[in-house]
């Protein structure tokens, strides 16, 4: 009996130091200034030109909770948090059974945030699981509650949750999905939208039909369960054919919202844009993005690549000089797949990796006549090891051939000669210094480019080259401001000299021989079939492996680099290796249409000389031979003759560094 009143009394002192803390809380809160849910948290990102692109959260696409449907608010009430009219935001019994739900299943099978947490969370927080980010959750869902109505919260909510395909908020849903407004949408309409914001990437029904139709029933289920509807009407809502408009119905780019995405990211990444944005009551953000580009791609990807293949692509075009992100590719078509391709894959990157392998050779002393011998070889390495690599079709010259013969074919016993000549540890510093952060395995096969790395951060390394050694960090954003134009954030644009000028005014020039007539000989340059397509002049390498296929190239206004390949690594087909070639001289051509040729190349330095040599063998031009070409050198390093060093004997049983 003791025991009980010791144990009544302490109850009763734990509520009242809880009511004491509840009515502590409420004042604080009321004294704290009101929170403002109609226009915090809203985005307006902006092209280069300053126009918007997007915008989510903001006034202009709020409707009242009087102009959205009736099975919406059912919907979404009985689907996400049917006490919610009961609660002051925080679903006390739900939680419990959530917990012991999960507790006692081992994993987390319910969760318990009401719709006033969720708001909370979308409107000011970040998504990293910490407990701050918890207490900070709890703390907002404590002013909304005491600011506002459960009408006004719930109306708050409809405006400004994710319902996928960049649409923030039931109208726009409602107008990107059914072309009506959210007023007017039925039964079957109204739960097939309330299903989306759970998992937009998976819920969506232009993204995966079955998923969202699986989620429709469980909704509808949930309506007859809580008596809001029939069985009938359950089933007449389940079976009516919906008619989704999506991007086919709007004169809108689906693959902007990869930028987007990409930018959000960055967003995040900046230490100095607040992680909740209640005190900035929204951002404008303004990035690179060139919009006719942007769409001029999306074009190019639309005629390059059918319509039915699984195949996907991404691609990047980005300003060498600043680093700057001009139009971004993640796959064909967002409504598809969100998967950004461009920032978060690693895909092997075939012949690609070659240019890092020859500015590598020319700063350690080879010239653009540098000679190996073309002909199958196994080389024997570490006193035991062989590996024997093949030329493309098997096709060799049998002779000893220039550097600039190897570029233009691409030819994989040069570059493996080269790379064991020098050692591995010269490619790798190349590719370091550039911005190259991926593993790279020291090994025989490492210039054939059989390491992944991202498309993003090649074209950052192709960057590099085309701004003649200056390395340059890829950005979406240049500038951040507050709603009442405080800048918060500004671009550097900075630049790190990293690589020798003229030494990569001479790579460069070589990297042009992919597409020059002069060097067709036993074999043709890998891109020999845009020599008369291109009106301006461009360093170009592509690289193939059985799957992915690649095209980096660039001038000093612009690097592009294009990549195609299939997400579960499908052998690629032989007439699948145009696709990214096609669209690399469609998107680049575009972007320099209104640049005058010549003005886009660089200009030749002072300790550089031009010596006119036979192309395919890089020695000294005689009056006999047919072709003569321009070629570049370091003042001193010149052809002086007509012979010819080879460097094959310097090759034979070596051990990589």
């Known amino acids: 009996m003791r025991m009980l009143k010791k144990l009544g009394k302490l109850l009763g002192i734990f509520i009242v130091i809880a009511l004491f803390c509840y009515l502590g809380i409420q004042l604080y809160v009321k004294l704290s200034p009101k929170v403002v849910i109609n226009t915090t948290n809203s985005v307006f990102l902006y092209d280069k030109n300053e126009e918007v692109f997007f915008q989510g959260n903001n006034e202009k696409e709020w409707v009242s909770l009087d ?57 000011f927080l970040t998504f990293d699981k910490t407990w701050k980010r918890k207490w900070d959750e709890m703390w907002y869902t404590i002013k909304i509650e005491s600011t506002y109505s459960k009408d006004e919260i719930l109306e708050g909510y409809l405006n400004t949750i994710n319902y996928g395909h960049g649409m923030y908020g039931i109208e726009n849903a409602s107008n990107y999905y059914f072309g009506k407004s959210a007023k007017d949408l039925d039964l079957a309409e109204a739960t097939m939208l309330t299903g989306i914001p759970k998992s937009p990437a998976n819920f969506s029904p232009l993204v995966n039909l079955e998923a969202a139709k699986e989620r429709q029933l469980l909704i509808l289920n949930l309506l007859v369960g809580n008596g809001i509807i029939t069985e009938q009407e359950k089933e007449d809502a389940y079976q009516k054919e919906l008619q989704f408009l999506g991007e086919k119905e709007r004169d809108e780019l689906t693959t902007v919202m990869y930028y987007h995405d990409a930018v959000m990211d960055e967003l995040e990444s900046i230490d100095s844009i607040p992680k909740s944005y209640s005190d900035t009551s929204g951002l404008k953000i303004y990035t690179n993005l ?71 050779a020319l700063e350690n002393g080879f010239t653009s006549s540098s000679s190996f011998t ?48 020098l050692g591995g540890d010269s490619l790798i510093n190349v590719a370091r210094r550039v911005g190259i952060t991926a593993k790279l395995e020291n090994v025989p096969s490492l210039p054939l480019g059989t390491n992944e790395i991202n498309i993003l951060e090649m074209a950052a390394g192709y960057s590099a080259f085309a701004n003649l050694g200056n390395k340059v960090t890829p950005h979406f954003i240049e500038r951040v401001e507050d709603s009442d134009g405080t800048v918060l954030y500004e671009a550097k644009n900075s630049k790190e000299a990293v690589l020798n000028p003229s030494i990569t ?43 992915d296929n690649w095209d980096i190239g660039f001038n000093n206004n612009i690097v592009c680099a294009v990549w195609v390949g299939y997400d579960d690594n499908q052998t690629l087909k032989t007439s699948e290796y145009k696709y990214a070639q096609d669209i690399w001289y469609k ?10 040729s010549g003005d886009e190349w660089y200009e030749m330095p002072k300790n550089v000389s031009a010596v006119l040599v036979e192309p395919i063998s890089g020695r000294l031009a005689t009056d006999q031979d047919k072709k003569k070409k321009m070629m570049y050198f370091i003042k001193g390093t010149e052809p002086v003759n007509t012979e010819q060093e080879v460097f094959d004997s310097k090759v034979e049983n070596v051990k990589p560094a």
């Open 290 to 360: 060139d919009l006719d580009l942007q769409k001029k791609v999306e074009e190019n990807i639309k005629e390059s690549i059918p319509e039915e293949s699984e195949i996907q692509t991404s691609v990047v075009l980005m300003d060498p000089n600043t680093g700057g992100v001009l139009a971004l590719v993640g796959g064909k078509d967002y409504d598809e797949s969100s998967f950004n391709r461009a920032t978060d894959s690693l895909r092997q990157v075939g012949s690609t990796m070659k240019p890092y392998l020859y500015y590598a």
């Open 374 to 421: 073309s002909e199958e070889t196994t080389f024997v390495f570490n006193d035991q090891e062989d590996y024997t690599p093949q030329n493309y079709n098997k096709t060799y010259g049998n002779k000893p051939i220039s550097m600039g013969t190897a570029i233009a074919y691409s030819e994989n016993i040069y570059a493996v000669k080269t790379h064991l000549f």
């Open 587 to 596: 998107s680049i051509e575009y972007y320099e249409r209104n640049i005058p």
């Open 67 to 123: 102009d959205i449907s009736p099975y919406v608010i059912d919907a979404t009430i009985y689907t996400e948090d049917k006490n919610f009219y009961k609660h002051h935001g925080f679903d006390y019994l739900r939680i419990l059974k959530a917990f012991y739900v999960n507790l006692t299943s081992g994993s987390t099978q319910q969760g318990a945030s009401t719709i006033t947490q969720q708001y909370a969370k979308n409107l």
């Open 505 to 547: 005014f001479i790579l460069n020039n070589l990297l042009t021989a992919t597409y020059d007539v002069d060097y067709i000989d036993y074999n043709y340059p890998t891109a020999i079939g845009l020599a008369p397509k291109l009106t301006h002049k461009y360093a170009l390498k592509s690289g193939t492996t059985e799957t």
